[in-house]
């Protein structure tokens, strides 16, 4: 953990927003192939000796609390495939600066992790489900893993978790008559439903208009079955907008798509070679291994990352949409051709 924890000190960016919330990619590789974020057959890793080691991304990851992080999400590709994660929560756990450490994981090995991450510290779990139904899983994410999901997601209370949630990418033609099942099935599952509007993240993700399924068309979709919504108070940075419904239950929505929310956005990403992102949809990142295994001072590295939140113009989801008076929105961000060039432009290097 770096020295200066005691003296933090906050950064902006040039539009005022502070830097709070780091996503820590642990691994590119999954062992889903979800259509919006990996479908092609093929992928380019990233070599794996240039996947930094736990201690690494703990000590990068002091940097950032020492400049205002104290929210840090484990992302992956699938999380639970990095061997020794939960010595990862342990040493982040040391870090005084942090109050909130989750977990973004697809559930399939949930169940066999849920206790040991538990014990080791994690303060929340989301798990990702588009669907309840066996065979559509199968379609999306190419893998028969559906149940072991379920049985995932079961196992998260019961290790002692609460606070559970459960994303749900909202697809046209997919799953949008699957938002009721999902609202009831969060219901007995003590897990909070949000939906996420599809992204045209990445390159290679099938995204098209059609199959956005928009912030508003979910609210009137589930109006007809609950009657009035009423949205909970303002989400702040948050990217939900949470919602009540007359029978106490609570859900979100992550209107990334239509309603973009980048003028409060607080995050950024570290893929899991250690390249620092400022925006889901950025191009180009800062390398911070190099300098890292080259010896760099702490000082060094604080002050990389501060020049690079202080001189931070992006805004990705707001220009993406800006395409959209021109009719210039019509693919995802970036060619394959790309992608297989450069792999961390991909949705699962960076974490979503
Ligand atoms: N593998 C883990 C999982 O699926 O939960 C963590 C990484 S995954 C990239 C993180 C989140 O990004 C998941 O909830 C996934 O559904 C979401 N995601 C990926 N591609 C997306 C897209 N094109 N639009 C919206 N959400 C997307
Ligand atoms: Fe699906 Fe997550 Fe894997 Fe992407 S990283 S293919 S969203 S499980
Ligand atoms: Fe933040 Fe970029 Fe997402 Fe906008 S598009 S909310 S700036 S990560």
């Given amino acids: 953990m770096s020295e200066l924890s005691k003296n933090m000190e906050l950064v902006a960016d040039t539009y005022g927003r502070p830097l709070r919330s780091l996503r820590l990619s642990v691994t590119d590789r999954c062992n889903l192939r979800c259509s919006y974020c990996m479908p092609e057959q093929d992928y380019v890793w990233l070599p794996r000796e240039d996947v930094l080691t736990l201690e690494e ?6 940097y950032f609390t020492d400049l205002g992080v104290d929210r840090v999400r484990l992302t992956g590709g699938e999380p639970l495939l990095r061997r020794g994660l939960s010595g990862l929560i342990r040493l982040l756990r040391q870090n005084q600066q942090i109050k909130d450490i989750a977990l973004t ?5 949930l169940a066999d992790y849920a206790e040991e991450l538990y014990e080791a510290g994690l303060h929340r779990i989301t798990v990702s489900l588009d669907t309840l139904r066996p065979e559509r899983f199968h379609q999306l994410t190419r893998r028969d893993e ?15 978790f609460t606070g559970l949630k459960v994303d749900t990418v909202a697809i046209r033609g997919f799953n949008d008559d699957e938002l009721v099942d999902l609202i009831e099935f969060g219901k007995q599952a003590q897990a909070e439903v949000r939906f996420i509007e599809y992204m ?5 993700n099938e995204w098209s208009q059609e199959k956005v399924l928009s912030q508003a068309t979910i609210l009137l979709i589930l109006s ?28 979100g929505i992550i209107p990334s798509t239509t309603t ?15 390249l620092w ?9 800062t390398d911070l291994r190099k300098p890292l295994r080259a010896g760099a001072s702490s000082d060094e590295i604080r002050d990389l990352i501060r020049s690079g939140w202080e001189g931070r113009r992006d805004r990705g989801a707001e220009e993406r ?28 290097a960076r974490g979503g």
């Fill in 224 to 251: 007809m079955r609950y009657g009035t919504i009423e949205p909970m108070p303002e989400r702040g940075a948050a990217p939900a907008q949470r919602f009540l419904l007359p029978d106490g239950t609570t859900f």
């Fill in 57 to 62: 991304m703990a000590r990068l990851t002091g």
């Fill in 200 to 204: 045209d993240v990445g390159g290679a």
């Fill in 146 to 160: 559906h149940a072991r999901v379920m049985d995932g997601i079961a196992s998260v209370p019961r290790a002692g």
């Fill in 321 to 348: 949409k800006a395409l959209e008076r021109d009719g210039l929105r019509i693919g995802g961000l970036i060619g394959i051709e790309k992608l297989r060039e450069d792999p961390h432009l991909e949705m699962h």
């Fill in 277 to 285: 992102y400022r925006c889901l949809y950025a191009t180009a990142g």
């Fill in 260 to 274: 973009p929310f980048c003028s409060t956005c607080d995050r950024s990403r570290v893929t899991a070679d250690g």
């Fill in 105 to 109: 994981t697809n559930g399939i090995l």
